[in-house]
């Protein structure tokens, strides 16, 4: 893709995030991004899926919710990776593995901590959420260990 009608579409996505009347949804599904400079772009709620992103420079990258099925990517590109689940409602629950530890984004929360992440669930209001996120968190902790990610499952 050219690298400046790419640009424009990373805008418009950013106008689209703050809810501006003039962005729109980036959708760069299939889109050949192999070597593009996206660089702290952000790509929350982006439609990557298909994309190849090979060797694409994501450094800084928000790809928060973003949809990546079938994306192409090299696996030492990713600096801090992503485990992801989507909700039958949209909301997506992601671990993001950084030199801090490991965030959790559930919907529109972050979370610094499990502890913390886990202190907010369990005093939800809405006790059917609170049900479904608590063992999908649990089910992604496994699935962390499981890939190496330095952390203790309870």
């Not at 889109?31 to 450094?59: E, H, I, M, P, Q």
């Not at 696996?75 to 993001?96: E, R």
């Not at 610094?112 to 996120?133: F, I, N």
Request: contains cysteine; aromatic residues 8%; hydrophobic residues 40%.
């Amino acid at each position: 893709m050219d690298a400046d009608k790419l640009k424009q579409i990373v805008a418009s996505h950013g106008s689209w995030i703050r809810g501006e009347p003039t962005g729109s949804r980036a959708d760069l599904s299939g889109a050949d991004l192999s070597r593009a400079n996206l660089y702290r772009a952000d790509l929350v709620r982006a439609n990557l899926s298909g994309a190849d992103l090979v060797r694409a420079n994501l450094s800084g990258a928000d790809l928060s919710g973003a949809y990546l099925s079938g994306w192409k990517i090299a696996k030492d590109q990713i600096s801090n990776p992503i485990i992801s689940a989507f909700f039958d409602h949209g909301w997506p629950l992601q671990l993001l593995l950084h030199d801090k530890g490991i965030g959790i984004i559930c919907g529109c929360r972050r979370f610094e901590t499990r502890a913390e992440a886990e202190k907010y669930w369990l005093s939800h209001p809405k006790g059917q959420r609170r049900t479904v996120v608590l063992p999908a968190l649990n089910a992604l902790f496994l699935v962390a260990k499981a890939q190496g990610w330095p952390i203790e499952v309870e």
